[in-house]
């Protein structure tokens, strides 16, 4: 059964870090693209990140760049999302997510783009805050 469980929230003072777990069970990460999203309360879901097995493309939320850095261990099969100098807005749920790339990359737009992901997790809280 593939599942995905995302780790690593929890409250952090701006300015600081903290590093999300997407850890994958069931199939391989290899084939698929990789996105992190996010929803803050009472706003839409927003794509941060996401990541192509098929070209190695990465590709980031405007609002996140230079900031944020998604990358993936393969011999672990989890992905990770290392967030610093951190802003009371990027307080939200994270969720990871991933599509199968048949046909050609899924991660190609900034920001990525929910619907081409299949499988989601059940998401970690974040919140930044003094």
């Known amino acids: 059964q593939l599942q995905l469980v995302e780790s690593g929230g929890g409250l952090v003072q701006p300015g600081g870090s903290l590093r999300l777990s997407c850890a994958a069970s069931?199939?391989?990460?290899?084939?698929?693209?990789i996105g992190w999203f996010r929803q803050a309360p009472g706003k839409e879901r927003e794509g941060v990140s996401c990541?192509?097995?098929?070209?190695?493309?990465?590709v980031y939320a405007d609002s996140v760049k230079g900031r944020f850095t998604i990358s993936r261990d393969n011999a672990k099969n989890t992905v990770y999302l290392q967030m610093n100098s951190l802003k009371p807005e990027d307080t939200a749920v994270y969720y990871c997510?991933?599509?199968?790339?048949?046909?050609?990359?899924?991660?190609?737009?900034?920001?990525?783009?929910?619907?081409?992901?299949?499988?989601w997790g059940r998401g970690t809280q974040v919140t930044v805050s003094s």
């Open positions: 997510a991933v599509g199968f790339e048949f046909g050609g990359s899924r991660c190609q737009t900034a920001p990525p783009l929910a619907g081409l992901y299949a499988y």
């Open positions: 990541f192509s097995s098929t070209d190695g493309n990465t």
């Open positions: 069931g199939f391989t990460l290899n084939g698929y693209a």
